[in-house]
C-alpha cells in the first residue's frame, strides 16, 4: 500500500472520530409526592462514554441551593459508564417543584448538558399550636375575628369558626343569651366538644337588623365552659339597587363648596363647619353613614333624610389639639343614591403653633 492511500485513510479515521461523547440513561427524573420532612431524596443519573477517548465531567452545578450534586471525577474510559447523584431537599420547599442540573463535560459534541428533577413535596402536619393559635380558656380556635367582607343591606351571611379540644375533659360552647344582639346568631356545633374532637362555632350575620352601612364591627361574647370571652366580627354593609330604583332614586348635590378652606386657627381651637346638600332626585335621600379616619373629626348628620327638592345638612368639627402647620381631613358622605353613594369632602385649614 502506498503511502499516500495510508495518509487518506488516517485523515479518514480522524475525520469521523467520536472522541468523547457522553451519552444518558435518562434527563428527567420526577420524585413524585415526598414529605417535607420526610428527609432529602436522592436519584442517580449514569451516562455512558460513547466515544473512544475518556471522558471528564467538567463541572455539575446546579440553579437552587435546596438540590446538590456528586458525581464521577475520574475519567470515563470509552464505553464504560459514570454517575451523577442529585440530592433535593423538601424542607420549606411545599408545593410543585422543579430543578435543573447543568452538566459540562469535554465531550466535543454536545458538551453541555441540562439534567431535571421535578416532583411535589407535601406539607408537614402542622402543630396544634400553629393551625389553632388561639385560645378560649383550654379551647383552641383558629381564630377569634371574623370578617364577612361586603355584605349586602338586606341579606344574612354566615362564617364558621373551627375549634379543637385538646384537653382530657369535655368543653362546653354556648352562646351568651343575655349579651348577644338580634342581629347575630352564634351556634357551637357541637356545644360540647369531647376531648380530643373538632368543631365548629357557626356565626350568621343579619345586614338589615344591624341597619348601618359602611364598615363596620362589633364583639359579642360567648360562654366556654361558663367563662365569657368575645369575637370580634367586621363587614362592609353596602346595597344594590334595582333598575326601578334607579329610575325613581334620590340625588345629592352640594350647595356647599366640596373643598372648604377653614382658615388659619390657633393650636387648640375646634373649626366647625356645615356641609349643605340639596336632593336633586326623585326619592327620599337618605344619609346612611360618614366615613372618617381622622380622630380628631367629629360629625353630626343634622338632617338624616330629605325629601326631593329640599335641603338639609352635616355639621362637621375639626379638633386642632395636638396639630400645627397645614391641615388636610377628608369624609366621605355615604347615601342611599345610585348615582353618588358616596361623596367626599375635602377640609383645609391651618393650625398656628400656640405661644
Excluded at 432529602?40 to 466515544?51: D, I, L, Q, W
Excluded at 470509552?78 to 433535593?88: A, C, E, R, S
Excluded at 385649614?349 to 405661644?355: A, G, K
Aim: charged share 20%; aromatic share 10%; proline share 6%.
Amino acid at each position: 500500500m502506498n503511502k499516500l492511500i495510508i495518509i487518506q485513510i488516517l485523515l479518514f479515521a480522524a475525520l469521523n472520530s467520536v472522541a468523547q461523547q457522553i451519552t444518558f440513561n435518562e434527563k428527567e427524573f420526577n420524585f413524585g409526592k415526598i414529605d417535607e420532612l420526610g428527609g432529602a431524596v436522592s436519584h442517580r443519573f449514569e451516562y455512558t462514554n460513547t466515544g473512544d477517548k475518556p471522558l471528564i465531567l467538567t463541572k455539575v452545578q446546579t440553579t437552587c441551593g435546596c438540590t446538590s450534586p456528586s458525581w464521577s471525577k475520574e475519567p470515563i474510559a470509552p464505553q464504560k459508564t459514570g454517575y451523577i447523584d442529585v440530592t433535593f431537599d423538601p424542607r420549606d420547599r411545599v408545593g410543585m417543584f422543579s430543578k435543573s442540573i447543568i452538566v459540562s463535560s469535554n465531550s466535543q459534541e454536545n458538551n453541555v448538558f441540562t439534567l431535571y428533577i421535578d416532583g411535589e413535596v407535601t406539607a408537614r402536619p402542622k402543630p396544634i399550636s400553629e393551625e389553632y393559635p388561639y385560645t378560649m380558656f383550654d379551647l383552641r380556635l383558629k381564630n377569634t375575628t371574623v370578617n364577612f367582607n361586603r355584605v349586602l343591606y338586606n341579606s344574612t351571611v354566615q362564617q364558621y369558626i373551627s375549634v379543637y379540644n385538646p384537653t382530657k375533659a369535655n368543653i362546653k360552647i354556648e352562646k351568651d343569651p343575655a349579651n348577644t344582639p338580634d342581629y347575630i346568631t352564634i351556634t357551637p356545633k357541637p356545644s360540647i366538644l369531647k376531648p380530643g374532637e373538632k368543631g365548629l362555632i357557626k356565626c350568621e350575620f343579619n345586614a338589615q337588623k344591624y341597619n348601618q352601612f359602611d364598615y363596620i364591627q362589633f364583639s359579642v361574647p360567648i360562654l366556654v365552659n361558663t367563662y365569657s370571652y368575645k369575637l370580634t366580627f367586621k363587614a362592609f354593609i353596602t346595597e344594590e339597587f334595582s333598575d326601578k330604583e334607579r329610575q325613581n332614586a334620590p340625588e345629592l348635590t352640594l350647595t356647599s363648596e366640596q373643598n372648604p378652606d377653614l382658615g388659619k386657627l390657633k393650636q387648640g381651637e375646634t373649626a366647625t363647619h356645615i356641609i349643605k346638600f340639596t336632593n336633586t332626585g326623585k326619592s327620599t335621600l337618605k344619609i346612611r353613614a360618614i366615613r372618617n379616619a381622622s380622630k380628631n373629626v367629629t360629625y353630626k348628620i343634622l338632617t338624616p333624610e330629605v325629601e326631593p327638592g329640599k335641603t338639609g345638612e352635616i355639621q362637621i368639627s375639626v379638633d386642632t389639639n395636638g396639630h400645627q402647620g397645614y391641615q388636610n381631613r377628608y369624609i366621605t358622605i355615604i347615601t342611599n343614591s345610585p348615582k353618588n353613594q358616596n361623596v367626599i369632602v375635602k377640609l383645609s385649614l391651618y393650625v398656628e403653633e400656640h405661644i
